[in-house]
């Protein structure tokens, strides 16, 4: 009995210490992007954050640290080949020709948001063509609208467009009349209109003072991984792998979309506007 233990014990030390301590791995993140993605203090928080927490807490063989940054910035860490990966962009691989990507992890939907001032001058609801002249907002960094009409409006000056680093700067210009329109996803713009209601950014005005317009289109959100510098990262296609499977796993459970009602707890503060 005693030989017995012995060995037992010794293969089960041997077994230890044969075991590979966990790879670290930074993964960065929109700063500025609530609900989906954004920073408190140093910390990442948002609907991505606790979906992709989900999935990195069924993969033991990667301890992750998630760091928020300004989107542009993380863009460019990924282009340099400097960081592994960041979320959550969209799918655009004629754009980002250095990003390789997840499966799809959440569907958005993106909306036009006008002043009502300007909404009520519009000759009709036809988008892009009723937006003509139109000073039109969006997120540095963002590459949204694939509409070809649009871009070709864009190309000959028909309309301009305008960047902001995040929602807030946006919805504050929108406010005060340095734009007319503002394209994003739904949910974070209801989202940041309601904390920005409540942090008194408006005064003691309503929220008619901007109409939802067309919804143009569903984007789907995903991890963006370099393709450059491949070496810095030997265990990439392993992660891509282990995550893309864990994602569907979680789709599949029902466990995204209980995420996702958490961040649909506020309720519109303005009717939407017909015919726009």
């Known amino acids: 009995m005693h030989i017995l233990l012995v060995g037992l014990l010794a293969c089960a030390l041997h077994t ?23 920073a408190e203090g140093d910390q990442a928080k948002g609907l991505y ?7 990195f807490a069924r993969m033991p063989e990667y301890r992750v640290h998630i760091r928020p940054m300004p989107w542009a910035r993380g863009l460019a860490e990924l282009a340099k080949g400097r960081a592994l990966a960041l979320y959550p962009p969209y799918y655009r691989p004629g ?10 992890i959440l569907r958005e939907k993106l909306v036009v948001f006008v002043r009502a001032e300007v909404a009520r001058t519009l000759p009709d609801g036809r988008f892009p063509h009723a937006y003509g002249g139109l000073r039109i907002g969006q997120n540095r960094g963002f590459i949204n609208i694939l509409d070809q009409n649009y871009q070709l409006m864009l190309a000959r ?27 994003n996803d739904r949910r974070a713009v209801l989202w940041e ?12 005005k309503a929220l008619d003072w901007i109409v939802e317009g067309p919804w143009l289109s569903g984007e ?20 891509k792998q282990r995550l893309d499977a864990i994602l569907a796993d979680l789709e599949r459970e029902g466990s995204i979309i209980r995420l996702a009602k958490r961040y649909d707890l506020f309720n519109p503060l303005f009717s939407q506007t017909e015919g726009i």
């Open 157 to 183: 000056g028909e309309l301009r467009q305008i960047y902001g680093k995040d929602n807030r700067t946006n919805l504050a210009m929108l406010y005060r009349g340095r734009l007319d329109a503002y394209i």
């Open 95 to 104: 754009e980002r020709p250095w990003m390789d990507y997840s499966r799809p």
């Open 220 to 239: 789907e959100g995903h991890l963006g991984y370099t393709r450059v510098n491949p070496s810095a990262y030997p265990y990439k296609d392993d992660f």
């Open 49 to 55: 954050h606790d979906i992709l927490r989900a999935a």
């Open 16 to 38: 230890v210490s044969r075991a590979s301590p966990p790879i670290d791995v930074t993964i960065l993140c929109d700063a500025g992007y609530p609900p989906y993605s954004y």
């Open 193 to 204: 209109l309601e904390r920005m209601q409540r942090d008194g950014v408006f005064g003691e």
